[in-house]
Every structure is written in structure tokens, then in C-alpha cells.
């Protein structure tokens, strides 16, 4: 397992995308094939199924080491990953255990229906056998995720630098169906068990951030404008009765949102079409917070299908039966979107994105202002005449966001986080004033430069109020401005608020906690907005 | 009042001895200090007499000044002050380090400052000393801390060098100055030659002049042509990391020397290269056998994991309380980069 072990060491310690895909690159031009379609299967979610309970796995550990429970979990809450803690607590191996990953995963799928004790003398034959960093891989191999900043994009591009085949094309064949066993790597990454035809997506058109006066863009009647709505943007690919979705980030979502893909089996056309994936509820657009529970997901649900149901607001069509229309004015293309959704009844949870109507520039700016109202972040002008560009290009397309919100909130606990994070407090929760008491309002844990988490993580070092796990009571004393994109009432929250994507804006040094907003003046932007 | 409230206080200013009226690494100016070792949240400004190891006297003159006042003698030797018998113990952290063992009618007291109980090629060894309180660091306190041994160390250093070179990459270590450097420089020995910063360089001299010979060792300067950095190896404190005279190093691989990289999430915080858990001090195994081996019957944890270390402690049976103190790597971190700051060039 070196080679791998290697691999995984060299990804970890960089937080650059390139030298990851270096490091991928390099191991794909020496391993083993067998290895590198698990690598693969291992990166795109493709893992087989847990074959030992992580309860057991502790149980053995602690069982080894002699530590009492509660010292385990001080060095897990300090290290911030279960099958690290284990790996840094086991003592020196006795033996040297050396299978290449391929046998490794193999006699892993081999454990699953073996009982307990089987299960226990393999895993402690191995843990003997294997350095620190192998012994944390083996863990990682058995269940858990290896958080090292790996994405399918990534290690699609990695295969890209590799073999020069199209990047796109490669994210359809890591995610298609195969298995390790019946596959070799060439044949995989030549996509011979998929159709690329059918799913190869186009790049989105992105918009820059409005940088003039609305007069400054033009007549009115020059331009059309949208809500931008705040989902995920995605394309849907409809080609030969085969239905793809594609995130902006060019990974394949299809499996994550069934409800898409059964409503465009009613679409007798072919196309591809541009759009945004939101939660919607009886026609309401749902919080991003919401919608964040349906992404990433391995099974969905059907609890989660019933709570977080998943709609599709349309913008746009690029391809029509087989042409890419890409070029013709967006007016003209608006009108095919319309025309197609127009020809078949739809869902209730496919819509087309609805136009706003406006003849001075004017009378935007109070249509954006009451934009957070129905949990959309502004509006998007698009001029009529636009082709549909490639990446991000200026000029034709301009989003206008709304302002954020903001309070001044003070720190009351703070976590350590996961993965490069684990080192440090990064996890925040915030409070504002209720009387003479403090009320929890957000919990955010980005915003902030790794020098003013460091600054803080010694803060809470010699703060805290209690000295035993994972979550640190502060004294309540640094205060932060959080800026947020709405903000609602709420049962579910003790402070009966909800603020949508709270984040930190700036830590306020300047300000003393006697000078944080109270629970009234935070309730009373609901009114305002 | 036990014994050792007579000898020992614990005061705002540090760990006091009233009966011999002396401070043991005080953080605030007092009359007269005994100090441990000479990392600068230990050995501190404004005392008005300095106790130290022969070893760590040319250390504290290099770092406070040659003004100050002060006296030194040998590991294992006592002298004795107001009726109290000091003598000085190494305790394996840095080079001078030691461990302070106060005696008094018959009652034993050991400030350990910081220790290492694993030998390395270059500090006098750790050697545990019997007493009635222990005053232990507690800085690695918890189990996931085990250190490899000094070989094991070696071959990991000296592979990471060769990767480096067959990639045409020059080798950066950060430590700091005092302890870590010239601990890398054992490790480091004997292959390509060695650069160090300036501030390394500066207290390397003063080391040498008191007698003690270190592995050779050239200076890293501005003005020396890069082609002659190419492929070699570097030692620099871990001040410079994002500094305009590292930017200068040709295709660096730069590798943090600390025992906080034994955990993962620590060697990607600060996005270099390589991190190895080479430490000065104690590992889990390492404080739990000196502890055991003072054969004290009251234990004091100070700087680190202090709660966690005093709590097992009572569980094996060993009285031990916390103690709050103003040492430990933040305070040591934070002054030593001030120091190495200063050292520009």
C-alpha cells in the first residue's frame, strides 16, 4: 500500500489544486491497474459498503491501548478524525503487512458477512502490521472519507492531463456504471461503457457583478431581467431519451435530484437547457441551508425527498433537437424555452424563471430590495441580443445582488474544525442580547483569513470555560459582524430567528460587548425586509 | 501547610521560593532568577541576577543581553542559597537545558521547565530525578503523541532531502533557533552542506564559544548567488515562512519541524511541503515515565494539556493538580519570532 499511502500523503499536505493533480498524475502513470480503478471508485463515492461497525472498531481500539473512554475522546476531539485517532493511538506495528490497495479493497468486501470475531482478529492483525500512515489508511478504507481535498473534478482532471481526452467526458465515465472488477482502466477512461454523445455538457455562461449605473447599460427595452435565484445553477442534457443534470462545478448530479429527472421523461424534444436547482415547497423557493441537505447525498431518501423536494426554475436553452443554438440572441432562445415548456404540461416544480416587467431602469431598484423576500438574491440583466458566452465574459450579462445584512453578535462557543481545520477553532456559534442575558442567533465558520483563526484559536485556548470536549463556552468577549442574505422567524430556533447563510463579514476589535445588537433590533430587519 | 507550600509558592510572577527568596523562570522582573533553559518563555528580560546551566549561559547573554548579571555551574552540582541546596539536572529539551532540583530539611522539589526523555544526537540526556513534588510540562499531554525514534527521524529527513534533490527542489527546515535548529543540524549531518539563517547562525557562535562543538554549518546570506542554495539544505526559524528572503530560495520544499505535526490537520494549516514531528519535548510515554520515575507524592501539570494530563495522573493513583503558568509554545512561539524578526539579513 506505499504507493498509495504515498499518494495520499503527498495530496493532504498541499492545498494546491495543481500539485494534487500532480500527485494523482504521477501515481496513474506507476500503479497498478486494479489500483487505480479503486483510487477511482474510492474518490467518486464508489466505495463498497462498511464492512466493520466504527463502534467496534473504537471498542478494539481502546481495548489495546488501555486508555479509559474519556482519554480517548480528548485525543479524538484533539485530532478531529475517529480513524486518525486510532491510527496515532495503536502501538508500533510488530510486522509488516504489504498488500497493494487492489488486495487490500478485496479482502475488505470479503469481511463484511464474516462475524464479529473473524472480523476482529483481521483487523487486528492489521493494525500490527501497518505504519502509522498506512494504519490510518486502512481505517479510511474501511469506512469514512479522506477529506483531503479530492473532488471528481479534480480527479478528472488529473485523468485529463494524463490521457488528453476531454474533461467532461471523463466525469461521465467515472460516473457511469462499472465495477472494479469488470473494467479495465483504458477501457474506463475511454468511456467504452457509456454514450458521451448523450451527456456532454456545455460551458455556462457566467455574469460579472453590475459595476455601473443602471442607465449606464442602455435603453430598458434593450434588456431582460431575472431574479437570481439562489440554488445551484445546473444544465440539463436531454439526448436520445437519456437524461443528464450537470452542476456549474461540471460535475454529474444526476442521481442526487430524481424528482428532475422523472418530470423531463414529459419533454418529447431533445435539448439542453440552463437553470436553477432550488428547494421548493407549495411554490416557495426554500433557504439555501434547506437545499444544502439534498447535495452530496449517496441515497437520498424518501424522508428527505418529502421534506427538501427539489424544483428547477429554467433561464435558458442552448441546444434544440440536436442544434446548439448558442449564438442566437437571447430573446429569440427565451422564446424556444417558452415555447417548449409551453407545448407539454409540466409539474408544478419545473418553471420557467419568471421575467421581470419593467419599462425605467428605476423602478428596479425596489423589486431588488424585495428580492430576499421570496429567498432570491437579487436580480440578473441580461441585454436581449446577448449570444450565450462562454465562462465569464463582461458586458452582456450583470448580476445585482442585494446588500447583505448585518449585526455585530458576540462569540459564545467556538468547535474545532474538520480536515486542514482540525487543528484550529474555526466553528463559531454567536449570540446577541435578550435582556440581560445573551441568545443564540447564527453559527457560521467562514469569512475570516487563517491568521485571524490562529489569533483566535489561542484565544479559546486560554478562554475557555470548561476543559473537556469538543465544544468550547467562551467567555463572551470577541465580537464579530455577521452578515447574512435573510433572515426569518423561526420556532426551531431558541432565539426564534433564522438567518440564511450567516457568514462572518469582520472581526469588530474595536467593538466591546456591551455594544452587540439586541434580539428586538435583529427581529426588527424582518419587518424591514 | 505541607511541606512544600513552605518551599514553593505559586505567585503572579512565577514559581517562588520563600524560603531561599529566588524565582524559578519567573515571567515578570524579579531579584533573582533561577532558569531552566533559554528559550524566551523561560529565560526572560529584566532580572536582576540569572541562575543558569554552564551550557545555557552563553545562550542567555547571546539573547539578553552581556550586560546581565549572571552566574552559571554544572549539571549535577549544588550550591546552596539561603539555606536552600539548588543543583541542576539535564532535562534533554535543548542544548543547557535543565531540570531544577531545590532540597530543603529534607524535602524535595523538581521544576522539570521543558523536558525530553528520548536521547537525540546532540542534547545531554534526560536524566529523572527523585523528589517529593513534581513540577511537570505537560505541552505533548495526551496519548496520540508517541515519538519516532532519533534513527527513524534521520531516515525520514534524509529521504525527504534526496526526493527533493532528484526533483531539483532546495530543502527548508523551520525550527526554531534555540533547540530545533541545532537538533536538525545533527539530523542533517554529514551529507550536502547545511545553510542556516542568520539568527541561527549568530546563536550557533555563541553556543560554540562556551565550548560546545556543533556539526558545521554555513551561513545564509542575502547576498549568496542562488545557484549555490540550489539542491542544498536550509534551516530557518519559523519566522520566515511567507518571507521575501524564503521567496528568494530557488524551488523550495519547505518542511515544519514540530511535534504538533504528529496530527494531520496541523501539517496542512499552513500549506508547506512536508511537516515532521520532531520534538523537544516529552512525548505521552515520555511524561508518564518521568513522572512515574520522581516517584513524587504530589504532582504539578503546567503548560499543555494540563487538565487531561492532572486527571489520568489521579486515575493511576498520582496526586496531581493544574497549574496555570505563563510558558508554552504560544508564548514561546510568539517571542521567538519577535527575536527572529529582528535578525533581518
Same mark, same amino acid.
Given at each position: 500500500m506505499k504507493l498509495f499511502s504515498d499518494l495520499i500523503s503527498a495530496i493532504e499536505i498541499t492545498n494546491k489544486t495543481n500539485a494534487k493533480i500532480e500527485a494523482l498524475v504521477n501515481y496513474f502513470k506507476i500503479a497498478p491497474d486494479k489500483d487505480k480503478l479503486w483510487l477511482i471508485a474510492l474518490f467518486t463515492g $464508489?466505495?463498497?459498503?462498511?464492512? #466493520?461497525k466504527t463502534t467496534l472498531m473504537r471498542e478494539w481500539c481502546m481495548e489495546i491501548t488501555k486508555l479509559p473512554e474519556w482519554l480517548f475522546l480528548e485525543s479524538y476531539s484533539a485530532v478531529g478524525d475517529l480513524g486518525e485517532t486510532m491510527a496515532l493511538l495503536?502501538? !508500533?506495528? !510488530?510486522h509488516k503487512l504489504d498488500l497493494s490497495l487492489h488486495e487490500w479493497m478485496t479482502e475488505l468486501k470479503a469481511l463484511k458477512p464474516k462475524t464479529d470475531d473473524e472480523k476482529k482478529a483481521f483487523v487486528l492483525e492489521a493494525w500490527s502490521g501497518l505504519d502509522q500512515q498506512e494504519r490510518l489508511i486502512f481505517n479510511k478504507l474501511i469506512g469514512?472519507?479522506? *477529506?483531503?481535498? #479530492?473532488s471528481k473534478k479534480t480527479l478528472v482532471n488529473a485523468l485529463a492531463r494524463l490521457t488528453n481526452i476531454d474533461a467532461n467526458q471523463l466525469m461521465h465515465s467515472i460516473i457511469g456504471n462499472w465495477d472494479v472488477e469488470s473494467i479495465t482502466f483504458e477501457e474506463l477512461i475511454h468511456g467504452n461503457h457509456i454514450n458521451y454523445d448523450n451527456s456532454k455538457p456545455y460551458p455556462f455562461c457566467l455574469a460579472y457583478a453590475l459595476e455601473k449605473e443602471l442607465p449606464d447599460l442602455g435603453e430598458p427595452k434593450d434588456w431582460i431581467v431575472e431574479q437570481k435565484w439562489d440554488g445551484i445553477r445546473g444544465q440539463i442534457v436531454k439526448r436520445n431519451n437519456e437524461i443528464y443534470i450537470w452542476s456549474r462545478g461540471e460535475e454529474l448530479v444526476t442521481q442526487q435530484f430524481p424528482e428532475l429527472v422523472e418530470a423531463m421523461q414529459n419533454f418529447k424534444d431533445d435539448f439542453v437547457i440552463d437553470g436553477e436547482i432550488l428547494a421548493l415547497k407549495d411554490n416557495d423557493v426554500l433557504l439555501f441551508n434547506d437545499l444544502q441537505k439534498r447535495l452530496n447525498r449517496k441515497n437520498v431518501t424518501k424522508k428527505l425527498l418529502e421534506d427538501v423536494p427539489i424544483g428547477f426554475y429554467a433561464y435558458d436553452i442552448l441546444e434544440y433537437n440536436g442544434d446548439d443554438?448558442?449564438?442566437?440572441a437571447f430573446d429569440k432562445r427565451r422564446k424556444r424555452l417558452e415555447s417548449l415548456f409551453n407545448a407539454v404540461a409540466l409539474p408544478e416544480h419545473i418553471k420557467l424563471s419568471f421575467l421581470v416587467d419593467f419599462t425605467e431602469w428605476e423602478t428596479l431598484h425596489e423589486i431588488r430590495n424585495n428580492s430576499r423576500a421570496i429567498n432570491s438574491e437579487g436580480l440578473m440583466l441580461k441585454q436581449k441580443k446577448s449570444p450565450y458566452h462562454t465562462g465569464r465574459k463582461k458586458g452582456d450579462w450583470w448580476k445585482w445582488k442585494v446588500d447583505p445584512l448585518t449585526i455585530d453578535a458576540v462569540m459564545i462557543y467556538a468547535q474545532k474544525g474538520s480536515? *486542514? *481545520? !482540525? !487543528? $484550529?477553532?474555526t466553528d463559531y456559534t454567536f449570540a446577541v442580547k435578550k435582556d440581560d442575558a445573551l441568545v443564540t442567533v447564527a453559527k457560521a465558520y467562514s469569512g475570516l483569513t487563517d491568521k485571524e483563526i490562529t489569533e483566535i484559536s489561542q484565544w479559546v485556548n486560554k478562554n475557555a470555560i470548561e476543559k473537556f470536549g469538543p465544544v468550547r463556552t467562551v467567555k463572551p468577549e470577541l465580537v464579530f459582524e455577521i452578515a447574512f442574505e435573510g433572515i426569518a422567524l423561526s420556532n426551531r430556533h431558541k432565539s426564534g430567528v433564522a438567518l440564511r447563510f450567516p457568514r462572518i463579514a469582520r472581526w469588530r476589535k474595536d467593538k466591546p460587548v456591551e455594544e452587540i445588537d439586541t434580539i428586538e433590533a435583529v427581529k426588527a430587519l424582518i419587518l424591514s425586509c | 501547610m505541607s511541606k512544600e507550600n513552605q518551599l514553593i509558592k505559586f505567585t503572579k510572577k512565577g514559581i517562588y521560593c520563600p524560603q531561599g527568596k529566588f524565582y524559578l523562570d519567573p515571567w515578570y522582573p524579579v531579584d533573582y532568577a533561577i532558569i531552566s533553559h533559554g528559550h524566551a518563555d523561560h529565560a526572560r528580560w529584566g532580572m536582576k541576577r540569572y541562575l543558569c546551566t554552564d551550557d545555557s549561559k552563553a545562550i542567555l547573554q547571546h539573547r539578553l543581553g552581556a550586560a546581565i548579571k549572571i552566574e552559571s555551574m554544572p549539571y549535577n552540582k549544588a550550591t546552596t542559597i539561603n539555606g536552600v541546596e539548588i543543583s541542576f539536572h539535564p532535562a534533554g529539551h535543548v542544548i543547557g537545558s535543565a531540570q531544577i532540583r531545590l532540597a530543603y530539611k529534607g524535602y524535595v522539589v523538581v521544576f522539570t521547565g521543558d523536558y525530553k526523555t528520548q536521547p537525540d544526537f546532540i542534547t545531554t540526556p534526560y536524566e529523572p530525578v527523585k523528589c517529593n513534588t513534581f513540577i511537570t510540562e505537560s505541552t505533548f499531554g495526551l496519548p496520540i503523541y508517541n515519538w519516532k525514534s532519533e534513527e527513524a527521524l534521520q531516515e525520514d529527513l534524509h529521504s525527504w532531502v534526496k526526493t527533493n534533490q532528484q526533483n531539483n527542489r532546495t530543502s527548508v527546515f523551520l525550527g526554531y533557533s534555540l533547540g530545533k535548529a541545532q537538533r536538525l543540524m545533527s539530523l542533517l549531518e554529514g551529507g550536502d552542506d547545511i545553510y542556516v539563517h542568520r539568527s541561527i547562525h549568530n546563536l550557533n557562535e555563541a553556543i560554540s564559544s562556551s565550548g560546545i562543538e556543533l556539526p558545521e554549518t554555513k551561513l545564509w546570506s542575502a547576498d549568496l548567488d542562488k545557484k549555490t542554495l540550489q539542491n542544498e539544505i536550509i534551516i530557518a526559524p519559523p519566522? =520566515? =515562512?511567507?518571507?521575501r528572503m524564503l521567496k528568494r530560495v530557488p524551488n523550495p520544499a519547505t518542511a515544519i519541524c514540530s511535534g504538533w505535526m504528529q496530527i494531520r490537520g496541523n501539517r496542512r494549516w499552513q500549506a508547506v511541503d512536508a511537516g515532521f514531528a520532531v520534538s523537544d519535548h516529552a512525548d505521552w510515554n515520555g511524561l508518564i515515565s518521568a513522572v512515574k520515575a520522581s516517584e513524587a507524592e504530589q504532582v504539578y501539570v503546567t503548560h499543555g494539556s494540563q487538565a487531561v494530563f492532572s486527571k489520568y495522573l489521579n486515575e493511576l493513583g498520582i496526586k496531581a493538580d493544574e497549574l496555570v503558568t505563563e510558558y508554552g509554545d504560544e508564548a514561546l512561539a510568539k517571542a521567538e519570532a519577535e527575536t527572529d524578526k529582528a535578525t533581518v539579513k
Amino acid at each position: 500500500m506505499k504507493l498509495f499511502s504515498d499518494l495520499i500523503s503527498a495530496i493532504e499536505i498541499t492545498n494546491k489544486t495543481n500539485a494534487k493533480i500532480e500527485a494523482l498524475v504521477n501515481y496513474f502513470k506507476i500503479a497498478p491497474d486494479k489500483d487505480k480503478l479503486w483510487l477511482i471508485a474510492l474518490f467518486t463515492g $464508489k466505495r463498497p459498503s462498511r464492512p #466493520v461497525k466504527t463502534t467496534l472498531m473504537r471498542e478494539w481500539c481502546m481495548e489495546i491501548t488501555k486508555l479509559p473512554e474519556w482519554l480517548f475522546l480528548e485525543s479524538y476531539s484533539a485530532v478531529g478524525d475517529l480513524g486518525e485517532t486510532m491510527a496515532l493511538l495503536l502501538p !508500533s506495528p !510488530s510486522h509488516k503487512l504489504d498488500l497493494s490497495l487492489h488486495e487490500w479493497m478485496t479482502e475488505l468486501k470479503a469481511l463484511k458477512p464474516k462475524t464479529d470475531d473473524e472480523k476482529k482478529a483481521f483487523v487486528l492483525e492489521a493494525w500490527s502490521g501497518l505504519d502509522q500512515q498506512e494504519r490510518l489508511i486502512f481505517n479510511k478504507l474501511i469506512g469514512g472519507s479522506f *477529506r483531503i481535498g #479530492v473532488s471528481k473534478k479534480t480527479l478528472v482532471n488529473a485523468l485529463a492531463r494524463l490521457t488528453n481526452i476531454d474533461a467532461n467526458q471523463l466525469m461521465h465515465s467515472i460516473i457511469g456504471n462499472w465495477d472494479v472488477e469488470s473494467i479495465t482502466f483504458e477501457e474506463l477512461i475511454h468511456g467504452n461503457h457509456i454514450n458521451y454523445d448523450n451527456s456532454k455538457p456545455y460551458p455556462f455562461c457566467l455574469a460579472y457583478a453590475l459595476e455601473k449605473e443602471l442607465p449606464d447599460l442602455g435603453e430598458p427595452k434593450d434588456w431582460i431581467v431575472e431574479q437570481k435565484w439562489d440554488g445551484i445553477r445546473g444544465q440539463i442534457v436531454k439526448r436520445n431519451n437519456e437524461i443528464y443534470i450537470w452542476s456549474r462545478g461540471e460535475e454529474l448530479v444526476t442521481q442526487q435530484f430524481p424528482e428532475l429527472v422523472e418530470a423531463m421523461q414529459n419533454f418529447k424534444d431533445d435539448f439542453v437547457i440552463d437553470g436553477e436547482i432550488l428547494a421548493l415547497k407549495d411554490n416557495d423557493v426554500l433557504l439555501f441551508n434547506d437545499l444544502q441537505k439534498r447535495l452530496n447525498r449517496k441515497n437520498v431518501t424518501k424522508k428527505l425527498l418529502e421534506d427538501v423536494p427539489i424544483g428547477f426554475y429554467a433561464y435558458d436553452i442552448l441546444e434544440y433537437n440536436g442544434d446548439d443554438i448558442r449564438e442566437t440572441a437571447f430573446d429569440k432562445r427565451r422564446k424556444r424555452l417558452e415555447s417548449l415548456f409551453n407545448a407539454v404540461a409540466l409539474p408544478e416544480h419545473i418553471k420557467l424563471s419568471f421575467l421581470v416587467d419593467f419599462t425605467e431602469w428605476e423602478t428596479l431598484h425596489e423589486i431588488r430590495n424585495n428580492s430576499r423576500a421570496i429567498n432570491s438574491e437579487g436580480l440578473m440583466l441580461k441585454q436581449k441580443k446577448s449570444p450565450y458566452h462562454t465562462g465569464r465574459k463582461k458586458g452582456d450579462w450583470w448580476k445585482w445582488k442585494v446588500d447583505p445584512l448585518t449585526i455585530d453578535a458576540v462569540m459564545i462557543y467556538a468547535q474545532k474544525g474538520s480536515g *486542514r *481545520r !482540525s !487543528s $484550529k477553532y474555526t466553528d463559531y456559534t454567536f449570540a446577541v442580547k435578550k435582556d440581560d442575558a445573551l441568545v443564540t442567533v447564527a453559527k457560521a465558520y467562514s469569512g475570516l483569513t487563517d491568521k485571524e483563526i490562529t489569533e483566535i484559536s489561542q484565544w479559546v485556548n486560554k478562554n475557555a470555560i470548561e476543559k473537556f470536549g469538543p465544544v468550547r463556552t467562551v467567555k463572551p468577549e470577541l465580537v464579530f459582524e455577521i452578515a447574512f442574505e435573510g433572515i426569518a422567524l423561526s420556532n426551531r430556533h431558541k432565539s426564534g430567528v433564522a438567518l440564511r447563510f450567516p457568514r462572518i463579514a469582520r472581526w469588530r476589535k474595536d467593538k466591546p460587548v456591551e455594544e452587540i445588537d439586541t434580539i428586538e433590533a435583529v427581529k426588527a430587519l424582518i419587518l424591514s425586509c | 501547610m505541607s511541606k512544600e507550600n513552605q518551599l514553593i509558592k505559586f505567585t503572579k510572577k512565577g514559581i517562588y521560593c520563600p524560603q531561599g527568596k529566588f524565582y524559578l523562570d519567573p515571567w515578570y522582573p524579579v531579584d533573582y532568577a533561577i532558569i531552566s533553559h533559554g528559550h524566551a518563555d523561560h529565560a526572560r528580560w529584566g532580572m536582576k541576577r540569572y541562575l543558569c546551566t554552564d551550557d545555557s549561559k552563553a545562550i542567555l547573554q547571546h539573547r539578553l543581553g552581556a550586560a546581565i548579571k549572571i552566574e552559571s555551574m554544572p549539571y549535577n552540582k549544588a550550591t546552596t542559597i539561603n539555606g536552600v541546596e539548588i543543583s541542576f539536572h539535564p532535562a534533554g529539551h535543548v542544548i543547557g537545558s535543565a531540570q531544577i532540583r531545590l532540597a530543603y530539611k529534607g524535602y524535595v522539589v523538581v521544576f522539570t521547565g521543558d523536558y525530553k526523555t528520548q536521547p537525540d544526537f546532540i542534547t545531554t540526556p534526560y536524566e529523572p530525578v527523585k523528589c517529593n513534588t513534581f513540577i511537570t510540562e505537560s505541552t505533548f499531554g495526551l496519548p496520540i503523541y508517541n515519538w519516532k525514534s532519533e534513527e527513524a527521524l534521520q531516515e525520514d529527513l534524509h529521504s525527504w532531502v534526496k526526493t527533493n534533490q532528484q526533483n531539483n527542489r532546495t530543502s527548508v527546515f523551520l525550527g526554531y533557533s534555540l533547540g530545533k535548529a541545532q537538533r536538525l543540524m545533527s539530523l542533517l549531518e554529514g551529507g550536502d552542506d547545511i545553510y542556516v539563517h542568520r539568527s541561527i547562525h549568530n546563536l550557533n557562535e555563541a553556543i560554540s564559544s562556551s565550548g560546545i562543538e556543533l556539526p558545521e554549518t554555513k551561513l545564509w546570506s542575502a547576498d549568496l548567488d542562488k545557484k549555490t542554495l540550489q539542491n542544498e539544505i536550509i534551516i530557518a526559524p519559523p519566522a =520566515l =515562512l511567507g518571507s521575501r528572503m524564503l521567496k528568494r530560495v530557488p524551488n523550495p520544499a519547505t518542511a515544519i519541524c514540530s511535534g504538533w505535526m504528529q496530527i494531520r490537520g496541523n501539517r496542512r494549516w499552513q500549506a508547506v511541503d512536508a511537516g515532521f514531528a520532531v520534538s523537544d519535548h516529552a512525548d505521552w510515554n515520555g511524561l508518564i515515565s518521568a513522572v512515574k520515575a520522581s516517584e513524587a507524592e504530589q504532582v504539578y501539570v503546567t503548560h499543555g494539556s494540563q487538565a487531561v494530563f492532572s486527571k489520568y495522573l489521579n486515575e493511576l493513583g498520582i496526586k496531581a493538580d493544574e497549574l496555570v503558568t505563563e510558558y508554552g509554545d504560544e508564548a514561546l512561539a510568539k517571542a521567538e519570532a519577535e527575536t527572529d524578526k529582528a535578525t533581518v539579513k
